[in-house]
């Protein structure tokens, strides 16, 4: 026993803790409360308290360089206390408590044997690592997991990639198609999954890779070009015109048509000004070498993933250009959601497939959020059964309404308060109860919660490994058939 329960309100309680114990209680533990009923819960924060006088603390203030023992002095009027919030209710699994556990009830740390539940076998489960300190796996729910979408947040260096890493390892062994979109080239040849069954990296020129990508540009649409930059009314007007007339070669247009003809064709609609401002946005989209007008890597990433297989997008030297980061990541997921819809209208089955966006916030801040294609996914992907994770350094900078659409959440280390507040603030599910604990986290260090996992887990993620059995041999495939 660590100490009792000195009061309780609905879902929390305060522990007394007894005082050699205070030491070996750390933030996030898991403790089982002994009532009538079984109680699991999580220690939240971890405070001293005193009875009598209130300026009691300022007697001993002024008395600390004489004494050592505070018992002698006084009594028991100093005592630790912890906060902890109920979980739920053991009972060969777990369930939501309705009840609150009755005073002075007794109160000790889970061991494994408490939540051995979670060792029950089961197809739709990936484990991820163990919960910490303890021998148990951490299963995730696959399904509610993807479709109902997730979020990994932590600063750089927390531990969120390894964790990404980990769970696309385990979403290979489970044949579900995932696409991930590798900003800092992370996830395919270099520390990553590159070469394992199964997994195909499709590179933009600067990284290793099995297929390189080609953007074909009919396939990019102005509500892109508006995500990549501001625009301004008149440059809105213009590309809205020209998009009318052109469709598809709309860019092919602008970029190659001399700007006083465009401005006569349109019966001067479009100025002179507005027209040489785009033709200098849309010159930067034409000019990147990835993108073509024959070449479509996008039917070639659809059937991959029809077939079960893991696409990693790596942007070998362009991780660093936002333009190029938007412009790639829009185009494939609209094709990959609009590619979903057909099916579903035509009656096909798709299976769970999970997107990753790395550096999210480049695309899902407030300005941006709502224009790309990864609302739409949050929003109705659960219905063609497409998922985002997402996964970014810097959650204060993703968009409310995106973050409450996160079913899971795995946080690890944040120490920016902005960071902790804002997740706290949007998330749908109760963080506020491990704000305090966000900031201790070690490296590879989470905590899960949501719907994917039965309470949340305080968990040790494992170290990603590379178990690399044998290099595809790439089929031939065709380049040239564009079916947009
Ligand atoms: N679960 C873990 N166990 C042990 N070490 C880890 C774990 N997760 C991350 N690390 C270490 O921390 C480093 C940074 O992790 P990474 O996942 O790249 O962080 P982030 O993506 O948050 O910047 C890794 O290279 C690895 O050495
Ligand atoms: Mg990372």
């Not at 114990?21 to 001293?48: C, H, P, Q, T, W």
């Not at 979903?340 to 997107?355: A, D, F, N, Q, W």
């Not at 999210?360 to 739409?376: C, M, Q, Y």
């Not at 109760?430 to 994917?452: C, H, Q």
């Amino acid at each position: 026993m660590i100490g009792k329960v000195i009061s309780a309100e609905s879902d929390r309680i305060t522990a007394r803790i007894l005082l050699d114990d205070i030491e070996n209680i750390n933030m996030g533990d898991l403790l089982i409360i002994e009532s009538r009923f079984k109680y699991l819960a999580r220690v939240s924060s971890i405070f001293s308290k005193n009875i009598g006088e209130p300026n009691l603390p300022d007697k001993i203030a002024v008395l600390t360089d004489r004494i050592d023992d505070m018992e002698s002095l006084f009594g028991t009027q100093f005592y630790y206390a912890a906060e902890c919030g109920i979980l739920g209710v053991l009972d060969s699994g777990i369930k939501p408590a309705k009840t609150i556990p009755k005073f002075l009830s007794k109160i000790r740390k889970a061991e494994s044997k408490d939540l051995e539940f979670l060792l029950k076998e089961g197809k739709n489960y990936i484990k991820i690592g163990r919960l910490r300190n303890m021998d148990l796996p951490i299963k995730i729910d696959i399904e509610s997991f993807i479709t109902k979408h997730a979020g990994v947040f932590g600063k750089t260096g927390s531990g969120k990639s390894n964790t990404v890493k980990v769970i696309i390892k385990e979403m290979i062994k489970h044949n579900i198609p995932c696409l991930v979109f590798d900003i800092h080239g992370e996830y395919g040849y270099k520390r990553g999954l590159g070469g394992m069954e199964n997994v195909i990296v499709v590179g933009l020129p600067g990284g290793e890779c099995d297929v390189s990508l080609t953007v074909p540009l009919q396939m990019i649409k102005p509500g892109d070009l508006r995500v990549m930059t501001t625009l301004t009314e008149a440059q809105e007007d213009a590309v809205a015109l020209i998009h009318k007339r052109y469709g598809g070669k709309w860019l092919e247009y602008i970029s190659q048509t001399d700007t006083e003809n465009i401005v006569s064709e349109f019966e001067n609609k479009i100025q002179m000004t507005t027209v040489l401002a785009l033709q200098r946005k849309i010159g930067r989209i034409v000019d990147y070498n990835f993108v073509g007008r024959d070449f479509n890597s996008l039917n070639y990433i659809r059937d991959k993933i029809r077939q079960d297989k893991v696409i990693i997008i790596d942007f070998g030297d362009y991780e660093h250009d936002d333009w190029a980061i938007k412009l790639i990541t829009s185009v494939i997921s609209r094709f990959l959601l609009n590619k979903y819809k057909k099916y579903k209208k035509e009656g096909h089955k798709t299976k769970e497939t999970l997107l990753v966006l790395e550096e999210a916030h480049k695309l899902l801040n407030v300005d941006t959020a709502k224009k790309t294609v990864f609302s739409d996914i949050v929003r109705e992907g659960r219905k063609f059964n497409l998922g985002l994770c997402i996964v970014d350094q810097m959650p204060h900078k993703i968009f409310e309404e995106v973050l409450a659409q996160l079913n899971t959440v795995i946080i690890m280390l944040l120490t920016n308060i902005k960071d902790r507040e804002h997740l706290v603030l949007s998330s749908e599910n109760d963080l506020s109860d491990f704000k305090k604990e966000m900031k201790r986290l070690d490296i590879g260090e989470a905590i899960i919660t949501g719907i994917s996992v039965p309470f949340p887990i305080p968990a040790k993620i494992d170290l990603f490994s590379l178990s690399r059995s044998k290099k595809e041999n790439f089929d031939q495939f065709e380049f040239n058939e564009l079916d947009i």
